[in-house]
């Protein structure tokens, strides 16, 4: 039952894409999946933004010889990719991700935003009222199969081709205990990331809403916080 | 601006009170403060029950002789300690906490309650009126000094003698810097534990909803886990 690395689906032969992948957040996974030899779909609500975004990535340094990166619309690499992360602003999310429902049904989707708001004390969570953007998404793609995870992954960490490893655990949200197994795999596959499972979509709200604490952290101590669970 | 627990003020004068200490987490806090030097008070509504209790935690193996551990009604208890952590079950958190106030004036209020709910399955967070029971006693309290933290050591962990480490970082919410400081350096008493600023009040909620989550973690990998926040 304990955390086992070894233990993990292959996921090699996975094509990755991001819906929003031309964001900060959205470039870095790409950018690090791309790394770890996955082939990426970057997706973008203008295709030639996304070509333009995957190219940068593929002329990165670290890539392995041969890294697969294209760039399309949106729902373009939806269809053509068979785990999809959502990555997208949160004030974007419920009309972006409501009109990918037909190409995301039967594909393994990962929602990474965070619903948060900024005043002048800083970050806080909004409410949201299907309860996190996760079940937001869950609702609007009742033929996928959505995750929360890699909400905590600071991206100013995943785009920098100097950093090898990123010492952290992805939280992975989900009512599938399968999902656990394939977006686990694909966090391994970044050196230093464990997935784990957190618990059910309808405790996904606390870990986006913990993203405002890390960006509080990181104002205080100068860091790019990210979140490791003990005693695994 | 990183941690630099070299930094941190001298606490070892002050005496700890625990507002629920005969429940598991007061138990095991009190212990643990008992064992690390601290002056420590048990508080319940019943002042027999708290003298039984402290009288228990003062047989304990581990504790430094002459180590200090009384115990009395909550009201006294709060009146005659520096910081009084808050460990009361959540259905009991208003009407206990409220009647406090007056004590409770001018004094550090650690508030480690966790509002949660419980069905077939699992854990999951409960809606706060006032955002969270960190908020609440805040509210309640207005002559204290409140901050959210220790929401996610694991009682099992703190009361087991044969435990030297509990490795963890005690995230603290709070609206004064000063605080940090104080609850931080009580944190690090404990060997293996950080006290880490974690954000305002107003993000506490999700800090004691992540409760939910360590629950799931535990359940699915037979853990008893915590959180440390990485790059610090």
Redesign the interface.
């Known amino acids: 039952?304990?955390?086992d690395a070894s233990n993990l689906p292959d996921v090699s032969g996975l094509t990755v894409g991001i819906v929003g992948g031309t964001g900060d957040q959205g470039r870095g996974l790409a950018y690090r999946f791309a790394r770890a030899g996955q082939a990426v779909l970057i997706g973008s609500r203008s295709a030639e933004r996304a070509a333009r975004s995957a190219a940068e990535i593929a002329s990165s340094p670290g890539l392995p010889v041969g890294a697969s990166i294209g760039g399309a619309a949106n729902e373009e690499i939806a269809r053509r990719s068979d785990v999809v992360v959502i990555a997208v602003p949160w004030d974007g999310h419920a009309s972006i991700v409501g009109t990918l429902a037909e190409p995301l049904a039967g594909k393994i989707v990962v929602d990474c935003v965070n619903p948060l708001g900024f005043d002048k004390?800083?970050?806080?969570?909004l409410a949201v009222e299907e309860g996190s953007a996760a079940q937001q998404a869950a609702a609007l793609l009742p033929q996928s199969r959505v995750c929360a995870a890699f909400n905590h992954v600071?991206a100013p960490?995943l785009v920098d081709p100097q950093i090898d490893r990123i010492?952290?655990d992805v939280?992975i949200?989900t009512e599938e205990r399968e999902l656990v197994g394939i977006v686990g795999a694909l966090a391994a596959r970044i050196p230093g990331m464990r997935g784990?499972?957190?618990?059910?979509l309808?405790?996904a709200?606390?870990?986006e809403?913990?993203t405002?604490?890390?960006?509080?952290?990181n104002k205080?101590?100068?860091?790019?916080?990210?979140?490791?669970?003990?005693?695994?």
């Open positions: 039952m304990a955390y004390h800083g970050p806080y969570a600071s960490l010492e952290l939280l949200c784990i499972y957190a618990g059910r309808r405790n709200h606390q870990i809403a913990l405002a604490n890390l960006i509080a952290i205080r101590y100068q860091a790019h916080a990210g979140i490791r669970v003990t005693d695994l």
